[in-house]
């Protein structure tokens, strides 16, 4: 729910629940004052009526009382209290039942005691609380309405400048060179905002250059010593006196050498993906660099006597050549090298979609950690960072990649984006 | 007199010794490429500017035990001191150097007109630096870590590039290589070699007398961007291959196994 949507959810809760508990205590003070006014109205009546009778000397008829009903009653009761009471009363004259306001008590008259009751229509008052409630009513709905308004139009042009700046963060390229410029704002809030995310941006922007040349300069400081080993092995390998069991020793060193270099190489290649610092998009055809990796792999195929069958059509996409190079041997490496003795590889290339597809372990991999960094199987001998750089150079591309394994093949599924119309 | 005429005999006889067919290595309608082979073994004068003094020492021990003559230095202000006082028929200049980028180097020699080839040895393996390297006049472009003999052989290939005209071989021995038709023959009979074992061949006349890793061989052939150290198998077999041609030419056995490490080109 947008921002508004919660102001205006809590402002109208808020707002109608004053309202109702407001409504009800202007209800119960009204009845409160308007039968006070009834208790005092009716007191002077019965003063009135008692004044009536030491004047006069004989009760107050029905015709004395205006609209008042009054009835006298003999009892023997010697003692009681005069009270109020609300009651109902039946209008003979207009058919139909009334509230009414009464008051009861005992009067003397001829050493005679008397049950008094008068009553008095409360109609008029309830007319008022009618009257009362209908306009607190559509004063409700008034305010609910305003509110509504006032929240929908002026808190959204309120907030535009929210929305610009949000926009603003979500076109940020770190990579790009240009600074973030914002609107000026009236409102305090925006401003400091707006400073803040052109700060931020700012710091962003020179820790992303840092890193930048961090890794530019990571590369550098750990493959000069590689450098150095190999330099120095390749010398050292000139020495006749060294016998077979040192040189094999070297063989390894050499090997451990060509793993390090590769998993800084790989390692920086992740940085440099990830950070789209690879921009030499060119438009080319698939099918050559992948009939071109296919020579490429020839001898390493044979050795493992690994039956190839192709399946290729032209499909002309646009990247970079490097990347696309990268991606196909870390795919074919990877079906190369954990294929068996024997075994088949199937490469599939149509407009929609680039697959490849090898024989190996009878197990299939788990399809949500197989393209993790340095995740490798139990005998391989890569850097553990192949898949994964494939899966960022797809990423890279919005190339969908996906694994499964069906009839005991592995198989790796490059989904094409809808082809580009060459001009 | 007599000292004088024995000497003149002795003149005389290595005279006819370097010239006469028999003692020639190749056949008089060679001469040509006997000159242009003088032209090919001819001592090279190189400028290794690298700021380690471990690699800038070892590649100098390897590339002058063919009789070149290896200088180095370790910033710009030195190389730039040396270019300017000598001529240079090889550069290798490091990018990342203590005192600026290599590239300033490039600058220098495009600026006075100076034609030395150059091959840059770097550690940073990016595009950019590769495609401003070579568009500011580099020659080669090399990723550190290489093997020396893969740098041997790059400074052998540019030097015959820049040195190539219509009759361009390269002859060892009785093997003679025509690089502009890349065709082999041995005893003057050619022999019909696979792109792999020629060069494969070329590399190891570049580096012959040198024993050489498999996986040294190994990059130089399939690029170090094929991941297979794990399986030098197929080596073996083209190797097998190449050694079985030239034996079948009648061509010595050049090609030795050094157990457990890699194989050596050497005439004896």
Redesign the interface.
């Given at each position: 729910m947008k921002l508004a949507g919660h102001y205006n959810k809590a402002s109208i809760i808020v707002s109608v629940s004053v309202l109702i508990t407001g409504a009800i205590i202007y209800f119960f003070v009204i009845n409160y004052i308007a039968r006070r006014q009834f208790d005092s109205d009716l007191s002077e009546e019965v003063s009135e009526v008692l004044a009536y009778i030491n004047y006069r000397h004989h009760l107050p008829t029905r015709t004395d009382f205006d609209e008042d009903e009054a009835t006298f009653v003999k009892t023997g009761l010697k003692k009681m209290d005069t009270y109020f009471f609300d009651t109902v009363y039946y209008n003979t004259k207009q058919k139909r039942i009334e509230d009414r306001r009464a008051v009861k008590g005992l009067l003397r008259y001829n050493n005679q005691n008397y049950l008094f009751t008068i009553s008095v229509s409360k109609e008029s008052t309830e007319y008022l609380i009618q009257i009362i409630t209908l306009i607190t009513l559509a004063l409700m709905t008034l305010l609910l309405i305003i509110l509504f308004i006032t929240n929908r139009y002026i808190l959204n042009d309120l907030w535009k400048p929210f929305y610009y700046t949000l926009n603003k963060i979500k076109l940020f390229n770190i990579s790009d060179d240009s600074e973030l410029q914002f609107q000026t704002n009236k409102v305090d809030e925006f401003r400091e905002m707006n400073s803040a995310v052109a700060e931020m941006s700012i710091r962003a922007k020179t820790d992303f250059h840092n890193l930048k040349s961090f890794t530019?300069n990571a590369?550098?400081?750990?493959?000069?010593p590689?450098?150095?080993?190999?330099?120095?092995?390749?010398?050292l390998?000139?020495d006749e006196r060294l016998n077979?069991?040192?040189?094999?020793h070297?063989?390894d060193i050499?090997?451990s050498?060509?793993?390090s270099?590769?998993l800084n190489?790989s390692l920086?290649l992740l940085v440099k993906i990830d950070n789209s610092l690879?921009k030499?998009d060119e438009v080319f055809n698939l099918q050559e660099a992948v009939n071109e990796k296919i020579q490429?792999?020839q001898?390493?195929m044979?050795?493992k006597n690994i039956s190839v069958t192709t399946h290729l059509q032209d499909r002309v996409i646009t990247a970079s050549k490097?990347l696309t190079?990268?991606l196909l041997?870390?795919l074919f490496?990877n079906a190369v090298?954990h294929n068996n003795i024997n075994g088949q590889l199937h490469i599939i290339l149509s407009s929609s979609q680039f697959i490849i597809k090898n024989t190996g372990d009878i197990t299939p991999l788990d399809n949500n950690s197989v393209f993790d960094r340095f995740l490798k199987g139990k005998n391989s001998?890569?850097?553990g960072l192949?898949l994964t750089l494939v899966k960022s150079i797809c990423l890279y591309y919005k190339f969908n990649i996906t694994y499964s394994f069906k009839n005991s093949m592995h198989a790796f599924i490059i989904d094409l984006p809808v082809a580009t119309t060459n001009n | 007199m007599i000292h004088i005429k024995g000497f003149f005999i002795i003149y005389k006889y290595r005279q006819i010794k370097y010239t006469h067919p028999q003692y020639l290595p190749y056949h008089p309608s060679d001469l040509l490429q006997y000159q242009k082979l003088y032209l090919i073994k001819k001592q090279l004068k190189l400028l290794i500017i690298e700021d380690e003094q471990g690699l800038r020492e070892n590649i100098t021990s390897y590339l002058n035990e063919d009789g070149n003559i290896c200088e180095g230095c370790g910033n710009c202000t030195d190389a730039i001191d040396k270019l300017a006082a000598y001529n240079y028929d090889c550069v290798l200049l490091d990018i990342g150097l203590p005192d600026g980028e290599g590239f300033a180097i490039l600058e220098y020699l495009k600026n006075t007109r100076k034609n030395e080839t150059v091959l840059i040895i770097t550690a940073r393996n990016s595009l950019d630096d590769k495609i401003k390297g070579l568009y500011m006049g580099a020659d080669d472009y090399l990723t550190k870590p290489f093997h020396l003999a893969e740098l041997k052989a790059r400074i052998a290939a540019i030097y015959r590039r820049q040195n190539a005209n219509s009759n361009n071989n390269l002859i060892f021995n009785e093997i003679i290589i025509d690089l502009n038709g890349r065709t082999v023959s041995v005893n003057h009979t050619p022999i019909i070699l696979t792109r792999k074992e020629y060069d494969m061949l070329l590399y190891f006349i570049a580096n012959k007398s040198k024993v050489i890793s498999k996986s040294a061989i190994a990059e130089h052939l399939w690029g170090d961007e094929m991941d297979m150290h794990d399986n030098f198998d197929f080596i073996y077999t083209h190797i097998k291959n190449l050694r079985k041609k030239l034996i079948d030419a009648n061509c010595k056995d050049y090609i030795k196994s050094v157990y457990g490490i890699g194989y050596k080109f050497a005439d004896a």
């Amino acid at each position: 729910m947008k921002l508004a949507g919660h102001y205006n959810k809590a402002s109208i809760i808020v707002s109608v629940s004053v309202l109702i508990t407001g409504a009800i205590i202007y209800f119960f003070v009204i009845n409160y004052i308007a039968r006070r006014q009834f208790d005092s109205d009716l007191s002077e009546e019965v003063s009135e009526v008692l004044a009536y009778i030491n004047y006069r000397h004989h009760l107050p008829t029905r015709t004395d009382f205006d609209e008042d009903e009054a009835t006298f009653v003999k009892t023997g009761l010697k003692k009681m209290d005069t009270y109020f009471f609300d009651t109902v009363y039946y209008n003979t004259k207009q058919k139909r039942i009334e509230d009414r306001r009464a008051v009861k008590g005992l009067l003397r008259y001829n050493n005679q005691n008397y049950l008094f009751t008068i009553s008095v229509s409360k109609e008029s008052t309830e007319y008022l609380i009618q009257i009362i409630t209908l306009i607190t009513l559509a004063l409700m709905t008034l305010l609910l309405i305003i509110l509504f308004i006032t929240n929908r139009y002026i808190l959204n042009d309120l907030w535009k400048p929210f929305y610009y700046t949000l926009n603003k963060i979500k076109l940020f390229n770190i990579s790009d060179d240009s600074e973030l410029q914002f609107q000026t704002n009236k409102v305090d809030e925006f401003r400091e905002m707006n400073s803040a995310v052109a700060e931020m941006s700012i710091r962003a922007k020179t820790d992303f250059h840092n890193l930048k040349s961090f890794t530019e300069n990571a590369s550098h400081e750990m493959l000069t010593p590689l450098a150095v080993i190999t330099a120095k092995l390749d010398t050292l390998i000139q020495d006749e006196r060294l016998n077979a069991e040192q040189l094999t020793h070297i063989n390894d060193i050499y090997a451990s050498i060509n793993k390090s270099t590769r998993l800084n190489q790989s390692l920086l290649l992740l940085v440099k993906i990830d950070n789209s610092l690879i921009k030499d998009d060119e438009v080319f055809n698939l099918q050559e660099a992948v009939n071109e990796k296919i020579q490429q792999f020839q001898e390493l195929m044979q050795s493992k006597n690994i039956s190839v069958t192709t399946h290729l059509q032209d499909r002309v996409i646009t990247a970079s050549k490097y990347l696309t190079d990268i991606l196909l041997n870390n795919l074919f490496s990877n079906a190369v090298r954990h294929n068996n003795i024997n075994g088949q590889l199937h490469i599939i290339l149509s407009s929609s979609q680039f697959i490849i597809k090898n024989t190996g372990d009878i197990t299939p991999l788990d399809n949500n950690s197989v393209f993790d960094r340095f995740l490798k199987g139990k005998n391989s001998q890569g850097t553990g960072l192949g898949l994964t750089l494939v899966k960022s150079i797809c990423l890279y591309y919005k190339f969908n990649i996906t694994y499964s394994f069906k009839n005991s093949m592995h198989a790796f599924i490059i989904d094409l984006p809808v082809a580009t119309t060459n001009n | 007199m007599i000292h004088i005429k024995g000497f003149f005999i002795i003149y005389k006889y290595r005279q006819i010794k370097y010239t006469h067919p028999q003692y020639l290595p190749y056949h008089p309608s060679d001469l040509l490429q006997y000159q242009k082979l003088y032209l090919i073994k001819k001592q090279l004068k190189l400028l290794i500017i690298e700021d380690e003094q471990g690699l800038r020492e070892n590649i100098t021990s390897y590339l002058n035990e063919d009789g070149n003559i290896c200088e180095g230095c370790g910033n710009c202000t030195d190389a730039i001191d040396k270019l300017a006082a000598y001529n240079y028929d090889c550069v290798l200049l490091d990018i990342g150097l203590p005192d600026g980028e290599g590239f300033a180097i490039l600058e220098y020699l495009k600026n006075t007109r100076k034609n030395e080839t150059v091959l840059i040895i770097t550690a940073r393996n990016s595009l950019d630096d590769k495609i401003k390297g070579l568009y500011m006049g580099a020659d080669d472009y090399l990723t550190k870590p290489f093997h020396l003999a893969e740098l041997k052989a790059r400074i052998a290939a540019i030097y015959r590039r820049q040195n190539a005209n219509s009759n361009n071989n390269l002859i060892f021995n009785e093997i003679i290589i025509d690089l502009n038709g890349r065709t082999v023959s041995v005893n003057h009979t050619p022999i019909i070699l696979t792109r792999k074992e020629y060069d494969m061949l070329l590399y190891f006349i570049a580096n012959k007398s040198k024993v050489i890793s498999k996986s040294a061989i190994a990059e130089h052939l399939w690029g170090d961007e094929m991941d297979m150290h794990d399986n030098f198998d197929f080596i073996y077999t083209h190797i097998k291959n190449l050694r079985k041609k030239l034996i079948d030419a009648n061509c010595k056995d050049y090609i030795k196994s050094v157990y457990g490490i890699g194989y050596k080109f050497a005439d004896a």
